[in-house]
């Protein structure tokens, strides 16, 4: 049978109000425009953090060996005592990257 009670369901029209404030709450900051810029400036420092590491870790790769701690007064002759790493391969890669998004800009920029 239906409670008829006009307290009870008084009561339950307030907890609905609320609930449903709460949840409007919630939708309108996941929307707010000052949360997502930040939520996506957050995601791009990691990517970008990200993108760092494993660019450190393939010119490691590259350069060959664990990176070797520069100190104060060393001479730049001593860096490479053992044996001067072969950069070609990374400066190929690095000038294909820069040609690459330079024709991407300039193609975006064509189609407007």
């Known amino acids: 049978m239906a409670d008829t009670d006009p307290a009870e369901l ?9 609930e449903l404030a709460q ?3 919630a939708i309108a900051d996941r929307v707010s425009p000052k949360n997502v810029a930040r939520r996506t400036v957050a995601r791009a420092e990691s990517n ?15 350069v060959g060996g664990a990176p070797r701690e520069a100190r104060f007064g060393d001479e730049p002759e001593d860096l490479w005592a053992e044996e001067q790493p072969n ?3 990374l400066l190929i890669g ?8 330079a024709v991407v800009m300039l193609w975006r920029r064509r189609r407007r």
């Open 10 to 18: 008084e009561r339950r029209i307030e907890r609905t109000r609320a």
């Open 23 to 25: 949840t409007v709450d």
């Open 48 to 62: 970008a953090k990200q993108f760092l590491v494993s660019i450190g870790d393939k010119i490691g790769d590259v």
């Open 87 to 89: 950069l070609a391969p």
């Open 94 to 101: 690095v000038g294909t990257i820069l040609a690459v998004s």
